[in-house]
């Protein structure tokens, strides 16, 4: 399975970025990414074996009741890689929330499946970005473009992707809520941990 953990967006939000391609749109060489699919990757894990699901899903729980919710933010656009011919034009997203999140995936899948699962899956540096549109033939790159967008961050899920002559299919295995300090609250108070659904 091909896997990943995202954080999806809000219709408002999506709204925005969909404007945003319009610029790129009347380029044949880019080729936008569609409107249900536009997430920030948190950790690419590759192609992992089935038996690392319970693991996987299992982490996302525990981040989950780790993390609190933040408010999230897109201020603009730019390209990978930012000098010479780009392959990827993505907005720029900011948020308090988003580098300990990614990080403590990180750390958590190194813990269960050692290194090698991070080196599967590319262990690129994390920058939170959504992908708008990747460059497919020769097309020229398009202004700038600045948003004011902003949304609060609730969950992230563990989603597989699995890659179609069309474009990729991505299903969504399990969503995790961010419970922060509310979630140890309740486990204290209780004694009981909180439900993961």
């Given amino acids: 399975m091909r896997l990943f953990y995202a954080i999806f967006l809000p219709e408002e939000v999506k709204r925005a970025l969909v404007e945003a391609q319009e610029r790129v749109a009347r380029y044949k060489g880019w080729k936008e990414v569609v409107p249900h699919q536009l997430h920030l990757t948190l950790l690419f894990l590759g192609e992992r074996p089935e038996e690392d699901l319970e693991d996987l899903l299992a982490l996302g729980h525990r981040l989950g009741r780790l993390h609190p919710p933040f408010t999230a933010r897109i201020r603009g656009t730019g390209y990978f890689p930012n000098e010479g011919t780009p ?68 969950e992230f899920a563990l989603v597989r992707s699995e890659l179609k002559p069309k474009g990729p299919v991505y299903t969504i295995l399990e969503k995790f809520p961010l419970r922060g300090d509310h979630g140890r609250e309740q486990e204290e108070s209780t004694g009981e941990h909180p439900k993961d659904h």
């Fill in 87 to 154: 392959r990827v034009w993505f907005a720029k997203a900011e948020g308090e929330g988003f580098a300990p999140l990614a990080e403590g995936l990180r750390e958590g899948v190194r813990e269960l499946l050692g290194e090698e699962a991070l080196l599967a899956g590319g262990d690129k540096p994390f920058k939170p970005h959504i992908t708008l549109a990747r460059r497919k033939a020769p097309a020229p790159r398009v202004p700038p473009v600045v948003f004011g967008v902003e949304w609060p961050v609730t």
